[in-house]
T-cell receptor, first 115, second 110 residues
Framework: NAGVTQTPKFQVLKTGQSMTLQCAQD?????MYWYRQDPGMGLRLIYY???????DKGEVPNGYNVSRLNKREFSLRLESAAPSQTSVYFC??????????????FGAGSRLTVL | SQQGEEDPQALSIQEGENATMNCSYK?????LQWYRQNSGRGLVHLIL?????REKHSGRLRVTLDTSKKSSSLLITASRAADTASYFC??????????FGKGTSLLVTP
């Protein structure tokens, strides 16, 4: 049982390049999330998907787009990368979300550097 | 915006000692959770306490919640070197996703 799988683990981009971070979960969870983690800032929510077919903005959505491809997969796209997007990105999933018992299962993270 | 704020930011203790870290938050919550993050890894869920609960135990972990003070504490008893990690509190309120604090970095030395 793999849980939440993120690819790639590491990526270096030049300013202006685009890329997509992939995330897949095999726990039949309804909700999926993308967070970024920066030193001294903790985790900040970029986008989330409450269920298949829906996506919503989190705290820091600017510069990102997401796609909930199906129930298993939730991708994060940087259309024109900027140095401020250098960060570690975490995908997570939960059986449900909101006021329910939304315990998150996290992937191992994707470390992105934008030069 | 981030909801929880952990204190202290860093904590260094010796094996066998107890470690206590605190979390304060600003608005009403439905539940509060604690997660652990080992260096270079993803976060792992430790324990969830609901707003109508005051204390919860799981193995060597004890979590308390005081909704009147909007605060929670995580106690790790008889710490081991393997407990070295960052610990985050996360709150669930009327919004959809969890809001994480900035974390407490715990170092347990042999």
């Amino acid at each position: 049982n793999a849980g939440v799988t993120q690819t790639p683990k590491f990526q270096v981009l030049k300013t202006g390049q685009s890329m997509t971070l992939q995330c897949a979960q095999d726990m039949n969870h309804n909700s999926m999330y993308w967070y970024r983690q920066d030193p001294g800032m903790g985790l900040r929510l970029i986008y989330y998907s409450a269920s298949e077919g829906t996506t919503d903005k989190g705290e820091v959505p600017n510069g990102y787009n997401v796609s909930r491809l199906n129930k298993r997969e939730f991708s994060l796209r940087l259309e024109s990368a900027a140095p401020s997007q250098t960060s570690v990105y975490f995908c997570a999933s939960s059986p449900t979300g909101g006021a329910g018992a939304n315990v998150l299962t996290f992937g191992a993270g994707s470390r992105l550097t934008v030069l | 915006s981030q909801q929880g704020e952990e204190d202290p930011q860093a904590l260094s203790i010796q094996e066998g000692e107890n470690a206590t870290m605190n979390c304060s938050y600003k608005t009403s919550i439905n539940n509060l959770q604690w997660y652990r993050q080992n260096s270079g890894r993803g976060l792992v869920h430790l324990i969830l306490i609901r707003s109508n609960e005051r204390e919860k135990h799981s193995g060597r972990l004890r979590v308390t919640l005081d909704t009147s003070k909007k605060s929670s504490s995580l106690l790790i008893t008889a710490s081991r070197a393997a407990d070295t990690a960052s610990y985050f509190c996360a709150t669930a309120n009327s919004g959809y996703a969890l809001n994480f604090g900035k974390g407490t970095s715990l170092l347990v030395t042999p």
